[in-house]
């Protein structure tokens, strides 16, 4: 399959599943089941009475990386953090607890949208001491797919993975998770052709990488795995990229990775996020229903080509 197909394939993923999953955000199994029978179709509302194609802080964060590593590859840290903060001023619909605590305490820092790693690493660990250490939600996992993309070098992925999360979720589960999902992503990019010896090799790489550090939390992710069957989609970083990897696993074609990730409920937007990058690259654009494409705006999939388009282009520099 060629690369740049993987790549629109993985944008494009990451805005479908959110968009898809808008609808189901914060509902249970049972609701979607009496409500939809299965939701296989955008048609927005949910709690943030979206419009159809509409998406949310998942995709929108994943642009702002994009955009951050599209403007500078090798030190992209400040420039995602000023995407953030610009993002943050329009008012966004939707913003986790944990993000917006951070962007307040940087803000407060100085007025100004000029930050660099230190600060925003002295942002997030603030925040998560006033968060009583509860910051290993997933909204660092939601937008990390663009690094897997870019970066070729595994431990250049791991590390950038892990200081991207850290911007914003101190908690190293929020960092790891990113990693593997990131190496997840290259591999695939990569023609690796199955998705879980994709991930296993990931969980590999980052306990070489890691070097003795964080098998704890190394050990808490993979032996998640291990109950296929019990899937809680839950804001933790950990139980929704289970449930967004094993939808993808456990799926034949794009479209049924997606339905199955956002109709386990619960953080079902950003669930789906996960789980549409994911398998965006792994099936490629081509295998994206023309009917989640279509109810994109045209200025919307100009956006998803445009930065699709840049990354690909700097992913071979």
């Given amino acids: 399959m060629d690369t740049n197909d993987k790549i629109y394939g993985g944008i494009y993923g990451v805005a479908i599943g959110d968009a898809l999953g808008s609808t189901v955000e ?12 299965k939701l296989t179709e955008i048609i927005g509302g949910g709690w943030l009475n979206l419009k ?24 992209p840290f400040s420039y995602i953090g000023k995407e953030f903060l610009q993002w943050y001023k329009k008012k966004p619909k939707d913003i986790g607890v944990t993000i917006r605590t951070v962007f307040e305490m940087i803000r407060n820092n100085r007025n100004s ?10 942002a997030s660990k603030l925040a998560d001491s006033i968060l009583g250490g509860k910051s290993a939600g997933n909204g660092a996992l939601m937008r990390t797919l663009p690094i897997g993309i870019v970066y070729k070098n595994p431990y250049n992925i791991y590390d950038m993975a892990v200081n991207i999360a850290k911007m914003t979720h101190w908690d190293i589960r929020g960092g790891l998770t990113c990693a593997i999902y990131s190496l997840s992503v290259r591999n695939l990019l990569d023609n690796e052709t199955d998705v879980l010896s994709s991930i296993n090799k990931s969980f590999d790489l980052c306990e070489e990488i890691s070097d003795g550090n964080n098998i704890k939390e190394l050990e808490e992710i993979r032996e998640s795995f291990k109950e296929a ?14 449930c967004a990897a094993l939808s993808v696993i456990e799926a034949n074609n794009f479209e049924d990775a997606v339905i199955n990730a956002v109709n386990l409920g619960g953080d079902a937007d950003t669930i789906g ?45």
Avoid: C, H
């Avoid at 914060?26 to 029978?37: L, P």
């Avoid at 949208?113 to 002295?122: C, P, T």
């Fill in 113 to 122: 949208l000029d930050y660099d790693l230190s600060d925003w690493l002295e």
């Fill in 229 to 242: 069957d019990n899937k809680n989609p839950t804001g933790y970083t950990v139980d929704s990229f289970k």
């Fill in 273 to 317: 996020a996960i789980a549409g990058g994911l398998a965006g690259v792994f099936w490629g654009f081509k295998a994206i229903p023309e009917r989640w494409i279509s109810k994109f705006s045209e200025q919307q999939r100009s956006i998803l080509n445009d930065i699709a388009e840049k990354l690909s282009e700097i992913m071979t520099q």
């Fill in 52 to 75: 159809p194609g509409e998406w949310t802080d998942d995709t929108e964060m994943t642009l702002a990386v994009s955009r951050g590593i599209i403007e500078n590859k090798e030190n």
């Fill in 26 to 37: 914060f509902v249970n199994q049972d609701f979607i089941k009496k409500t939809y029978g």
